[in-house]
């Protein structure tokens, strides 16, 4: 049962175009399907499968207290998964067809305030070459919406300064062009000037853009970490994480009239309902300009 899983991963890469991170998702959420199946059931096919099974499952995950959303993201792995099994008739049927998944509640997105994002820039005093990579870090995501794997993967070769943007590969293999405005790229023109070289390792030199301690490209976990780091510094007590900058880059275009399709190019997202979760952005300002201009309000 497992090789019908490498397989299935196999397609995800090769023929889907799934980014890394998506791929290591589906993996995790059906190894633990699969252990479920083969330790609690003791199933040795994927024949032997049924409806009832799954549902079984997602009863185990929830006896587990797993969250609302991971429920459902195990459910959308599952279904994939056996609708793949079905396409390639390794199975006949597919008993995850009637499966439901869980309502998720529609959360809106955190997001700093203006005055917390000036408070989170300024904890970069640039004093060393950590608090310059650290601003233009901030700065970069904070300019362009980025995720955090888009940051963490570019190149000295990614940007444009002179041009004023970024050149970043997105889910799914996508490339795409994001603007970069005046502040960003001074924080990053000073990066490279003053910062970075004092950080690169001349035994080991990396092509990454942002790079840690020893010259080598700068992991998730040690971004996770500066911006953790520096949140605290700023004496901002949101929980703070690198999305938490996509969401303020978002939601303060909005506020000050960017249009809904501009910003779903800048974010990089296929479908424009998942850009529509910001919505409650203009509602709030319509609500604001409603107020300040209506003669009769």
Not at 20 to 27: A, L
Not at 98 to 118: C, G, N, R
Not at 175 to 191: N, Q, W
Request: some cysteine; proline content about 3%; charged content about 30%.
């Amino acid at each position: 049962m497992q090789e019908e899983l490498l397989d299935f991963l196999h397609y995800l890469m090769i023929e889907k175009g799934l980014a890394e991170n998506s791929i290591i998702s589906y993996k995790r959420d059906l190894k633990s399907y699969i252990t479920f199946l083969i330790e609690e059931k003791k199933l040795t096919n994927w024949n032997e499968v049924t409806r009832l099974q799954i549902v079984q499952f997602l009863a185990f995950l929830k006896d587990q207290k797993k969250s609302t959303k991971t429920l459902a993201r195990h459910t959308a792995s599952i279904r994939s998964f056996h609708q793949f099994l079905q396409k390639e008739k390794i199975t006949r049927t597919d008993p995850s067809s009637h499966i439901e998944s869980p309502k998720l509640e529609k959360s809106l997105p955190k997001a700093l305030s203006m005055e917390e994002v000036d408070r989170f820039l300024d904890s970069c005093k640039e004093n060393t070459p950590y608090d310059i990579r650290d601003k233009a870090i901030i700065e970069l995501l904070y300019a362009t919406g980025m995720r955090v794997s888009e940051l963490i993967d570019l190149n000295n070769e990614s940007l444009y300064l002179e041009m004023q943007f970024v050149r970043c590969i997105g889910k799914g293999n996508k490339e795409r062009i994001v603007p970069v405005g005046g502040a960003a790229l001074e924080a990053l023109e000073r990066y490279f000037q003053l910062g970075r070289p004092k950080l690169s390792n001349p035994k080991k030199r990396s092509d990454s853009l942002f790079i840690n301690h020893r010259g080598q490209k700068l992991s998730r976990q040690g971004l996770w970490k500066i911006i953790k780091a520096r949140a605290k510094e700023a004496g901002i007590s949101k929980n703070i994480t690198p999305h938490t900058m996509r969401h303020s880059f978002a939601t303060h275009l909005l506020m000050n009239g960017a249009d809904l399709r501009s910003v779903q190019e800048m974010l990089g997202h296929a479908d424009i309902s998942t850009t529509q979760i910001y919505t409650h952005v203009t509602n709030v300002r319509m609500k604001d300009v409603h107020r300040q201009f209506h003669p009769r309000h």
